[in-house]
């Protein structure tokens, strides 16, 4: 993974590209609203959610399999946790890819 330079010339030209882009891709009353919060709410789900996120991060294989346990819990408790389900897939590729892989 290649590594930007943060210099502050680097990061004003960073800043303003990042807003040019919200503009045209969040265009005010036309944009979804977004959430890591789980549609109905569970903070169960949320803090199952956020234990996925941190274990993931780890980037172990014992954390990646701590982070499916988590975001499995997160869809167990909301069926409709979107973000949740998403990350069980990644973290499922991940642990394959990186780790079961024999790479």
Same mark, same amino acid.
């Given at each position: 993974?290649r590594?930007?330079? !943060?210099?502050?010339?680097n990061? %004003?030209?960073? *800043?303003?590209?990042a807003g040019?882009l919200?503009?045209?891709?969040?265009?005010?009353e *036309?944009?979804?609203?977004q959430?890591?919060?789980?549609?109905?709410?569970?903070?169960?789900a949320?803090?199952?959610?956020?234990?996925?996120?941190f *274990?993931?991060?780890?980037? !172990?294989e014992?954390?990646? %399999?701590? @982070?499916?346990?988590s975001? !499995?819990?997160?869809?167990e408790?909301?069926? %409709?946790?979107?973000?949740?389900w998403?990350?069980?897939?990644?973290a499922?590729?991940?642990?394959?890819?990186?780790?079961? @892989?024999?790479?």
């Open positions: 993974m590594v930007l330079a !943060t210099s502050p010339k990061l %004003r030209r960073y *800043h303003a590209v040019a919200r503009t045209k891709l969040l265009p005010g *036309h944009a979804a609203a959430s890591e919060r789980p549609p109905g709410g569970s903070l169960e949320y803090n199952a959610f956020l234990q996925g996120q *274990h993931y991060s780890r980037n !172990t014992a954390d990646v %399999r701590k @982070a499916i346990e975001y !499995t819990q997160a869809t408790l909301d069926l %409709r946790y979107a973000l949740a998403s990350w069980l897939s990644r499922w590729t991940g642990l394959g890819g990186e780790f079961l @892989a024999g790479c």
